[in-house]
């Protein structure tokens, strides 16, 4: 268990509908990072919070957006949801910004019809 | 997406053998990390490397951090079946962002 805490574990939701992830990282972790993992693309980053704040961003889509609360959990955000979408959307946690080890929780799956 | 290169893509090989596997990348990153990760479930944090040089053994595992920055290998040692699973490099660069390798699936004949 690395700590790093997501929900829902399983959804299944159809095109054109929003679907909201859920992250907890680790605790006394600051950074929350999200990225998405589908079959043909590998590990993909999205977003990286820290403390509240985005730091960096990846190939997120505009449909996609995401937050980090004071309370340092993070949802992303998918709308008008795609086939392609169907994934499993990763949260990692660290404690600082840059240079620490990075733990994954165990995934969201979600699948489009 | 970005990613870095990682080889090989797949081996199949005896129980008790040695493996290697390594990425390489065309930018310098900060950190170097190993995971695995099971069909299903999330990548577990196998070694993780911050100086350029380092070498690092956790169990059977040993991984090196590139002198130049923009490499890393993994060495498993007499490996057992249940080191089956998918083995992925990650490089981190300086604004946090952790780049992943296509990954390496590794089969283990008992």
């Known amino acids: 268990d690395s700590g790093v805490t997501q929900t829902p574990k399983h959804l299944i939701t159809a095109t054109g509908q929003r679907v909201t992830l859920r992250c907890s990282p680790r605790s006394g972790d600051l950074s929350v990072y999200w990225y998405q993992q589908s079959l043909d693309q590998g590990l993909q980053f999205l977003i990286h919070y820290y403390n509240g704040e985005e730091r960096a961003k990846g190939n997120i889509l505009e449909r996609f957006s995401a937050q980090q609360f004071p309370d340092l959990h993070s949802e992303l955000n998918l709308s008008s949801l795609e086939l392609g979408d169907s994934a499993l959307y990763f949260c990692?946690?660290?404690?600082?910004?840059?240079?620490?080890?990075?733990?994954f929780g165990e995934g969201s799956w979600l699948t489009v019809v | 997406g970005q990613q870095l290169n990682q080889s090989p893509q797949s081996m199949f090989i005896q129980e008790g053998e040695d493996v290697s596997m390594n990425c390489t990348s065309s930018s310098i990153f900060n950190t170097w990390l190993w995971y695995k990760q099971d069909p299903g479930e999330g990548p577990v944090l196998l070694i993780a490397?911050?100086?350029?040089?380092e070498l690092t053994s956790n169990g059977r595992l040993t991984a090196q951090f590139g002198i130049t920055r923009k490499d890393s290998f993994l060495n498993i040692s007499a490996s057992i079946p249940s080191d089956v699973g998918i083995y992925f490099c990650?490089?981190?660069?300086?604004?946090?962002?952790?780049?992943f390798g296509q990954g390496t699936t590794l089969q283990v004949k008992p």
């Open positions: 490397l911050y100086k350029a040089g």
């Open positions: 990650a490089g981190q660069d300086n604004t946090g962002k952790l780049i």
């Open positions: 990692a946690s660290s404690v600082g910004n840059v240079g620490n080890t990075i733990y």
